[in-house]
């Protein structure tokens, strides 16, 4: 008998596991409306209208509305699903006055049980060759309402709509969409064959390990294949080192997914006295005991999309409570980087000196970010972002100052990829043939500044630290 019983309560258990299951995916995201967000350099843009966390539904209304600063773009069409052209539900659009109407309602008109993510349709838009890249186009919902279960009005949270104007994830070969020649090549990179434009570099690091590997190529081909919805990820950083009982802040941080995010830790053990902000990834608090700690962190995103990394935090016990953030370091594939001799460091009594580094040696044959590791004489843990490149972005770099007008004359020559220039966050005018200028009387001579590269799409290309003369 009681063998009996503790067979039948097997198929009890595995069901109302399955069940218990099934509704935590269900109630990870609770009615929620979203128009896509989606990134595309292509004339023509598909925005996903997607409901999350929505169990039944028999009918909905929806208008979403263009920016108002962008008359020129213009809706051509709404396609809706296959569940929403009249298997399940019948749908209608009306497009006018920057405006697309949409309506569905259940063929019987009764509710309909959806899955935890169903797509309702795309809405396509044409892009006028006027927007600028890295631009973000806003999709507002201006009216929204829903019927559920036993005609019970549905109360759908929003998230609205961007269209941005760069490469998306994914895409290696310029098609404006994820496909699978991305992943091939990708593979060709591994191979040998280097991706070495900034912006492709940036679409083909997936799992945002700064890194294009093989790895990447199959997170591609799982999203072509529809076995992931999104690429979102944990961007690779090396924490910095922490002092005990000194006040410790650093941050790890998401991409790829819809904002706002969720942090939290799901394993190991973080520095007691330490804490990660669920909003931000900020991980900030006073450490006790010194020690070398590691622990993985789970982001999700407003959609449920999860992704989870792990990182280390080392805690030591000496006289320095921090150090200088350094800035990243570019350096060719292949050679030596110039890794700073000495940093700034603070102590304890809060005074600050400088204090010699011993760096670990850094392997360059690789293009991407790697981390450049190193101790002061001290002990303390100190590391810098390198990254390699194919080629070098300044061509040269030249400084005058006039004494009569208490003015300084900066010229710069940099490499095509290089579109916008600035020292210590002044903008330098661009000449053109790849030459920018700035005259300016903010600058001190004799000083440091930082010279920061960016791409067209706002990508960082290189921060370096430059002496006026």
């Given at each position: 008998m009681k063998l009996f019983l503790r067979l039948s309560a097997i198929p009890l258990l595995f069901l109302l596991t399955f069940c218990l299951a099934e509704e935590k995916a269900e109630a990870a995201v609770k009615d929620t409306l979203e128009i896509g967000e989606v990134k595309s350099l292509s004339t023509t843009v598909d925005v996903p209208v997607i409901l999350h966390g929505t169990l039944y539904l028999t009918s909905a209304n929806l208008e979403i509305t263009l920016q108002a600063n962008h008359p020129d773009l213009k809706i051509k069409e709404f396609k809706p699903a296959a569940l929403f052209t009249g298997s399940q539900?019948?749908?209608?659009?009306?497009?006018?006055?920057?405006?697309?109407?949409?309506?569905?309602?259940?063929?019987?008109?009764?509710?309909?049980?959806?899955?935890?993510?169903?797509v309702i349709g795309h809405i396509t838009y044409e892009v006028p060759s006027g927007v600028k890249e890295s631009e973000t186009i806003k999709l507002e919902v201006e009216r929204l309402s829903a019927i559920g279960r036993t005609n019970t009005p549905l109360t759908l949270a929003t998230l609205e709509g961007k269209i941005i104007r760069?490469?998306?994830?994914?895409?290696v070969v310029g098609k404006n969409k994820p496909n699978a020649a991305g992943a091939v090549r990708i593979l060709q990179h591994v191979k040998g064959t280097s991706i070495t434009n900034r912006e492709e570099f940036v679409s083909a690091d997936v799992d945002g390990d700064q890194l294009v590997t093989q790895a990447d190529a199959q997170i591609i081909l799982d999203y072509v294949a529809g076995?992931?919805?999104?690429?979102?990820?944990?961007?690779?950083?090396?924490?910095s080192t922490a002092a005990v009982k000194s006040d410790y802040t650093d941050q790890v941080q998401?991409?790829?997914?819809?904002?706002?995010?969720?942090?939290?830790?799901?394993?190991?053990?973080?520095?007691?006295?330490?804490?990660?902000?669920?909003?931000?990834?900020?991980?900030?608090?006073?450490?006790?005991r010194a020690g070398a700690y590691n622990f993985d962190v789970e982001v999700t995103d407003a959609v449920g999309e999860s992704a989870r990394k792990a990182y280390s935090i080392e805690v030591v016990d000496t006289n320095i409570i921090s150090t200088e953030k350094l800035a990243p370091i570019n350096v060719k594939?292949?050679?030596?980087?110039?890794?700073?001799?000495?940093?700034?460091?603070?102590?304890?009594?809060?005074?600050?000196?400088?204090?010699?580094?011993?760096?670990?040696?850094?392997?360059?044959?690789?293009?991407?970010?790697?981390?450049?590791?190193?101790?002061t004489d001290s002990g303390f843990g100190i590391s810098v972002e390198v990254h390699v490149v194919e080629e070098d972005y300044i061509i040269s770099f030249d400084s005058t100052f006039?004494?009569?007008?208490?003015?300084?004359?900066?010229?710069?020559?940099?490499?095509?990829?290089?579109?916008?220039?600035?020292?210590?966050?002044?903008?330098?005018?661009?000449?053109?043939?790849?030459?920018?200028?700035?005259?300016?009387?903010?600058?001190?001579?004799?000083a440091s500044a930082a010279l920061t590269l960016r791409d067209k799409y706002g990508n960082l290309l290189e921060i370096k630290s430059i002496r006026l003369d």
């Open positions: 539900f019948r749908s209608a659009s009306n497009i006018a006055n920057g405006k697309v109407t949409i309506d569905v309602i259940s063929t019987t008109g009764k509710q309909v049980r959806l899955a935890p993510r169903t760069k490469m998306p994830p994914g895409d076995k992931r919805h999104s690429f979102i990820a944990m961007k690779a950083t090396d924490l998401a991409i790829n997914g819809r904002e706002p995010y969720s942090y939290r830790r799901i394993s190991g053990s973080m520095p007691s006295g330490l804490s990660i902000s669920a909003e931000t990834g900020r991980i900030m608090g006073i450490p006790s594939k292949g050679s030596k980087p110039e890794l700073p001799s000495e940093v700034v460091v603070t102590y304890k009594d809060k005074t600050t000196g400088k204090e010699h580094v011993n760096w670990t040696p850094v392997d360059t044959s690789t293009l991407g970010t790697i981390i450049a590791k190193g101790k006039s004494p009569f007008v208490n003015l300084y004359i900066v010229e710069l020559h940099v490499a095509d990829e290089v579109s916008e220039a600035f020292i210590d966050g002044i903008e330098l005018h661009y000449e053109g043939d790849g030459v920018f200028k700035l005259g300016t009387n903010v600058l001190q001579q004799g």
